[in-house]
């Protein structure tokens, strides 16, 4: 884990958001813009994290509801809540989140593992931890989380 | 630009020169004889072997050049392009297609089939010549010398000093046999990037030479056209290679050059070619080559024995036939080799320049371009939409300027759309043309003798329409030649045409396009098909059919998975297939026969896959776009029409016939519980199978033209759904997949276990 954490933190920008009382953060790159929340087009049989789709300036962008993908009670979306357009392999996906909180710069020093009480859940998309300012922000790894859709585009 | 791109230029020519050969051969097949046709046949594979000289596209270039032999023959008269010919020249067209794909793609032929075409062309080259002919036969084969055919379009001034070439003729090697060569280029030569000194270095290379430059032709200086050509040379040769090999030198440029070659011995031979060079498809003036021929035809009228033109004299030990094949002492007026029959095409130019003038001059663009062009404009009416939905939200005087305004843009919007649709759209023409090919192949092994007409090939439809529609058309050609004509000796025996007729007709009709194939063959045998349809367990032994019924259970998909198949005299060979395929399109197929004379399906598609004519319906407070092509009627159900059937079915009784209701709200997990019939909408679908369903929907919000979005591009397949559009409002609607629908609401359990599944 200390290993992946280093590859994956040489000197990159993140963005980090905030689900209710938690920190997340992902990687700059593949963050494509943030925009309002928007109500989406439920889709049939679709997991319950997917809370539909919506029109980005043409294309149909699936939205995730973060909050429940990362295994927390369901959002209520409101004009509040912001989503943030990520690209996860070769598709698009909106993120709903609570609010966009920070951009940070980070170096491998300012991760730290994942600590070993995660569920499996946890483990899986969590790249470590960061401690910037005595706040706990979790690194995720989008394409850890969506393996579906990555596996799909290829 | 890099080779690669080149090539790639290449390539697309070629496709272009296969599909006028093609054309060329089916003209000539219907007893067309016009030379011009049989130019443009043999000008397509000369180009085509030109390039592949170029790139060294060894096995493309040899098969070009016997091909070419043989039209040459035909193209000199010596060769009657009858049908047993046209058959081995269609034969040939095809391989030749099959070995440029092989040298696109990689990828291998069938060798056997080439070599046995290169020996039947051969004979046929030699089939009409005596025996007799003398023997040019010993001359060893000229390597191909590929002139360097340049890029780049701009004259330029010739660089060589006049002093090297201004010396006296050398003496006559006794061994080897003298060729005295005028050369003359003229501009085009020039304006092609070909370049005098060039040929002549090439020139050099093969013998000794002499060279006089004739300038009598300069003008002052100021009445110097810089772009015109004004020198020709007056060469003297002494090479082993003798005639044929000074004319490969010059074969890419012959047609842009008065050339006359004559070997010192034989005195009275030349040959002055002339013609367009066809492997640039610019149009350009004729009328400049028709000033400066008096010398070629004039010359032409000699007999030309063993002369091989340059067209044949290049790389491969053939050439003995091509020169022989021309070597036919008699007749030797009409027989002055290719210089008389080009000097006619050149003289005869005004039908095929008309020709060329009358097609619009058309750009290539990169298809990419096009759908962003496409996809931005879907965007736009979209936005408009929004935009005339949010105003008259706002504004509710109704008669404001920006009303107005906003018809206006309406208007112009629609008009963008319908142009750049247009772009898309392509004449059916390719595809048909590829049926002709899949037509003398099935009639080959079936040995049956078939003849296809096709009509209205210039109609057009979307890109996507056409590159989707060769599969199931060839499926279906493919049945109606096998297994719809009867064989010759039964034809005949029934009174009818030996030959069969498959007619492949497409035309437009209220938007959309109507492909229709029609055999004449005996019909679908309805006992049989019901036969095994009763077999299979598709029907009930008892159940009473109409034609119209048993017919179209060949689309049925338990049906063509029967073994022996092709005992049925009927057809049944992968319908299911082609019909699946046609409904993924948004089309239809019907079958109409009759018994002893044929017969007819009939496709229906839409004319672009980008919109979509749909219903917007609303289901549990989504909204929803059913395809229009799916609905066959809308009704408002009453409560006493509605009959239980089973646990949870209901049927939905229509003009005392009863239908399933299948409510959309619940197979697509929108709602728990079943809605009531009566409060809402159903629409009767025809679905896949014939059966017909009555879908359960609540409300109908109206008929709109919609753009098609991909859901897969950013999300997954969804069962049930075909796709997604964006709505006036700018929100994402979902268009409904009704044969997934149907499907699903027959194994309802099965599909409720995978949505659980996935909600789980």
């Not at chain 2, 296969?18 to 003209?27: F, M, Q, T, Y």
């Not at chain 2, 010059?250 to 030349?270: G, I, Y």
């Not at chain 2, 044929?598 to 776009?625: E, H, I, K, N, Y």
Request: hydrophobic fraction near 40%; charged fraction near 25%; charge should be negative.
């Amino acid at each position: 884990m200390t290993y992946a954490a280093k590859s994956l933190t040489q000197g990159r920008e993140l963005i980090a958001f905030r689900i209710e009382d938690q920190e997340f953060c992902v990687n700059i790159m593949s963050v494509r813009e943030i925009r309002g929340w928007t109500p989406a087009t439920p889709m049939p049989h679709a997991p319950q994290y997917v809370l539909g789709v919506i029109n980005l300036r043409g294309a149909v962008l699936p939205i995730i509801d973060m909050s429940m993908r990362l295994g927390m009670k369901p959002a209520e979306p409101t004009v509040r809540h912001v989503i943030i357009v990520a690209q996860v392999g070769q598709k698009a996906v909106g993120l709903l989140v609570d609010a966009v909180s920070d951009i940070l710069t980070v170096t491998d020093d300012n991760v730290q593992p994942t600590p070993d009480i995660a569920n499996e859940t946890a483990k899986n998309y969590a790249r470590g931890i960061l401690a910037i300012e005595g706040r706990m922000i979790c690194m995720i790894e989008l394409e850890a989380l969506f393996p579906h859709v990555e596996s799909e585009a290829a | 630009m890099d080779m690669n791109e080149i090539k790639e230029i290449f390539f697309q020519e070629c496709e272009e020169q296969l599909a006028e050969l093609e054309s060329g051969l089916l003209k000539l097949n219907d007893g067309d004889r016009d030379p011009e046709t049989v130019n443009a046949v043999f000008r397509a594979v000369h180009s085509i072997k030109g390039g592949a000289g170029a790139f060294g596209l060894d096995d493309l270039v040899s098969f070009a050049h016997v091909f070419e032999t043989t039209l040459d023959c035909v193209r000199s008269n010596k060769l009657d392009p009858n049908q047993d010919v046209l058959k081995v020249m269609l034969k040939s067209a095809d391989v030749l297609a099959d070995l440029t794909n092989a040298a696109r793609d990689g990828g291998g032929v069938d060798e056997a089939r080439s070599k046995q075409l290169i020996r039947e062309l051969e004979a046929l080259a030699n089939g009409e010549m005596p025996a007799a002919s003398e023997a040019p036969a010993a001359k060893p084969a000229p390597a191909l010398v590929a002139t360097p055919v340049a890029d780049d379009e701009g004259f330029q001034p010739i660089p060589f000093s006049f002093d090297d070439f201004g010396g006296e003729e050398k003496p006559v090697e006794p061994f080897a046999p003298t060729c005295e060569i005028l050369f003359h280029p003229k501009r085009e030569l020039y304006a092609k990037g070909n370049e005098a000194t060039l040929l002549l270095r090439d020139l050099s290379r093969i013998g000794e030479m002499s060279i006089r430059c004739d300038m009598d032709s300069l003008p002052p200086l100021e009445d110097m056209n810089p772009e015109e050509a004004y020198f020709s040379w007056k060469i003297s040769i002494a090479t082993e290679k003798g005639e044929d090999g000074v004319r490969t030198v010059f074969e890419f440029a012959e047609w842009d050059c008065d050339l006359e070659v004559r070997t010192v011995e034989e005195d009275h031979e030349a040959e002055a070619g002339k013609d367009e060079l066809p492997m640039q498809p610019v149009p350009f003036d004729l009328s400049i080559l028709d000033d400066g021929d008096d010398d070629a035809t004039g010359e032409a009228d000699e007999p030309a024995a063993p002369l091989s033109s340059a067209n044949t004299a290049a790389e491969s030990n053939v050439v003995p036939i091509a020169a022989a094949s021309r070597a036919e002492p008699s007749r030797s007026e009409a027989r002055a080799a290719p210089a008389v029959q080009q000097a006619a095409a050149a003289a005869n130019p005004a039908a095929s320049a008309a020709s060329a003038a009358a097609a619009a001059p058309t750009i290539r663009v990169d298809l990419d371009r096009v759908d962003r062009l496409i996809n931005l404009v879907g965007e736009l009416v979209i936005n408009q939409a929004m935009l005339s939905q949010s105003v008259i939200e706002n504004d509710n005087t109704g008669v404001s300027s920006i009303n107005m305004g906003l018809e206006e843009l309406q208007q112009l919007t629609r008009e963008i759309q319908d142009s750049v649709m247009a772009i898309r759209a392509q004449p059916v023409k390719p595809v048909f043309q590829r049926m002709s090919r899949i037509v003398r192949e099935i009639a080959d092994v079936t040995g049956k003798s078939v003849r296809l007409i096709t009509e209205g090939e210039n109609t057009e439809v979307d890109k996507t329409v056409i590159d989707k529609l060769a599969e199931p058309l060839t499926h279906m050609i493919r049945n109606a030649v096998d297994h719809g004509l009867e064989a010759p000796e039964k034809r005949e025996a029934l009174g009818k045409n030996p030959e069969g007729t498959v007619r492949l007709t497409a035309k437009h009709r209220s938007g959309r396009i109507v492909i229709e194939l029609a055999d004449d063959g005996g019909g679908i045998n309805r006992e049989k098909v019901r036969q095994k349809a009763i077999d299979n367990d598709l029907i009930a032994a008892d159940a009473n059919l109409s034609d119209e019924e048993i017919d179209n259970l060949i689309f049925h998909a338990g049906f063509s998975t029967a073994d022996k198949i092709s005992d049925i005299s009927g057809r049944g060979v992968g319908m299911d297939v082609v019909k699946r395929s046609i409904q993924a399109l948004g089309g239809r197929i019907t079958i109409s026969s009759k018994p002893g004379q044929g017969s007819v399906f009939t496709m229906s598609l839409p004319l672009t896959l980008a919109v979509l004519d749909g219903m917007v319906v609303t289901v549990a407070g989504q909204t929803l776009v059913v395809p229009l092509t799916a609905i066959v009627e809308t009704l408002q159900p009453e409560a006493s029409a509605i009959h239980s059937f089973g646990a949870s079915q209901r049927l939905i009784s229509i003009r005392n016939s009863f239908c399933p209701l299948v409510d959309v709200g619940r197979i697509l997990n929108f709602r728990s519980t079943q809605a009531d019939p009566v409060d809402g909408v159903a629409l009767l679908v025809e679905s896949e199978g014939g059966g017909q369903r009555a879908l359960m929907v609540d409300a109908i919000q109206g008929q709109r033209q919609v753009v098609i979005k991909s859901l897969e591009a950013n999300y997954t397949h969804v069962p049930g759904i075909a796709a997604a559009t964006i709505l006036g409002d700018g929100r994402v609607a979902l268009i409904l997949d009704v044969d997934a629908v149907v499907a699903a609401s027959r194994g309802q359990s099965l599909k409720q276990e995978i949505s659980l599944a996935a909600t789980g």
